[in-house]
């Protein structure tokens, strides 16, 4: 099993411009979640996805939109990329039933 | 909000010795977590403490968890090279098993 793989690893954008961020899984998770991370700070969510077709909003959901229509994904959007989302963004993923988080390596990107 | 918070922020020590750090947190919890992240890569569980616990071993991991005083400790012993990362506590608190990261602890276990 690949666990919880994340594309691209690493990207640059201009400011305004458009991206997707790709999270897949291979566990057959029910709960997926969007993280960022910048320095000094821990995990914040973004958003997540209770299953297949939901999103919910996270803590700093603002400037993010989400998608979930196969289970085994969940896409990350930014509609007009700010240099304040320089940042790196973690995608997760848990059973049901489940406590613990699956974490994937991460995507670095950087807004100019 | 960040519902967690590590204490020390850094921590460096000799390889052999052991490293210890706590986490704050300010709500009921369900469980508290700690996982461990290496430079430049992902997050990776450790352990898990539930509310009704006070104590829990894994290997050289000891937590112990304090619900009066809303703090949890993690204790790594005879520290290792390997062991070089940073780690969260998170918690668990409400519905959708959303968790909350405090900001972590770098240690740095020197040869």
């Known amino acids: 099993n690949a666990g919880v793989t994340q594309t691209p690893k690493f990207r640059v954008l201009k400011t305004g411009q458009s991206m997707t961020l790709l999270c897949a899984q291979d566990?057959?998770?029910?709960?997926m979640y969007w993280y960022r991370q910048d320095p000094g700070m821990g995990l914040r969510l973004i958003h997540y996805?209770?299953?297949?077709?939901?999103?919910a909003k996270g803590e700093v959901p603002d400037g993010y939109n989400v998608s979930r229509l196969k289970k085994q994904n969940f896409l990350l959007g930014l509609e007009s990329a700010a240099p304040s989302q320089t940042s790196v963004y973690f995608c997760?993923?848990?059973?049901?039933?489940?406590?613990?988080?699956?974490f994937g390596p991460g995507t670095r990107l950087l807004v100019l | 909000s960040q519902q967690g918070e590590e204490d020390p922020q850094a921590l460096s020590i000799q390889e052999g010795e052991n490293a210890t750090m706590n986490c704050s947190y300010k709500?009921?919890?369900?469980?508290l977590q700690w996982y461990r992240q290496n430079s430049g890569r992902g997050l990776v569980h450790l352990i898990l403490?539930?509310?009704?616990?006070r104590e829990k071993h894994s290997g050289r991991l000891r937590v112990t968890l304090d619900t009066s005083k809303k703090s949890s400790s993690l204790l790594i012993t005879a520290s290792r090279a390997a062991d070089t990362a940073s780690y969260f506590c998170?918690?668990?608190?409400?519905?959708?098993?959303?968790?909350?990261f405090g900001a972590g602890t770098t240690v740095t276990v020197r040869a």
């Open positions: 996805s209770v299953g297949e077709g939901t999103t």
């Open positions: 998170a918690t668990d608190a409400g519905s959708d098993y959303k968790l909350s």
């Open positions: 566990m057959n998770h029910e709960y």
């Open positions: 403490i539930r509310s009704n616990e």
């Open positions: 997760a993923s848990r059973r049901p039933n489940g406590e613990t988080q699956y």
């Open positions: 709500t009921s919890i369900n469980n």
